[in-house]
Structures are given as structure tokens and as C-alpha cells.
């Protein structure tokens, strides 16, 4: 088979697989194809490495609300601003 679209199957299986929603068999044969591709391998350590960082530092990090108003005031979103006040 052609290892781009070995790359291709692998990447439409991405998402399912570093959730570990992915079928048993399919997921022996994106762990055999990332064994032998390091760009997959990069893409896959990239991928859970991002998804940590998130988990990580979302649990900590609360921007304080006037923060929050100056900041998207200055990216013109105030209207975005304002339905956030209202669902509060």
C-alpha cells in the first residue's frame, strides 16, 4: 500500500483514536503504521501532548472578568461581551 495513504486512513482515524473510542483492530493497525511512520508518530505525540497542555493548564488558569472585557474589547467583541453578561 502507498504510505501516503497509509497517512491519509490514519489521519481521517485520529481524533477516535487518541480518545481511545476506536475499534480494537483498528487501532493495532494505526499503533503497527505509526511504529514505522515518524510523521504520524510527531502528528500523534503532537496531538496528545497539545491535549495535556489544555487539560493542564485550563483547571488553573481563570482570567479575571475585567481582564476578560479589556481584552475583548480591544479584538472588537464587545457584543460578544454583553451576551456573556446577560447568561451570567
Known sequence: MNKDLDCG?????LSEYVDGV??????????????????CRV????????IYLYHKTSE????PVDVRERLFHRL?????????SLLS
Do not use: G, M, P, R
Open 9 to 13: 486512513a490514519f489521519l481521517d482515524s
Open 22 to 39: 476506536i475499534d480494537s483492530a483498528l487501532c493495532a493497525e494505526i499503533e503497527d503504521h505509526i511504529a514505522d511512520c515518524d510523521d
Open 43 to 50: 502528528v500523534v505525540d503532537t496531538l496528545k501532548k497539545t
Open 60 to 63: 488553573k488558569t481563570v482570567i
Open 76 to 84: 472588537d467583541l464587545d457584543d460578544f461581551v454583553q451576551e456573556k
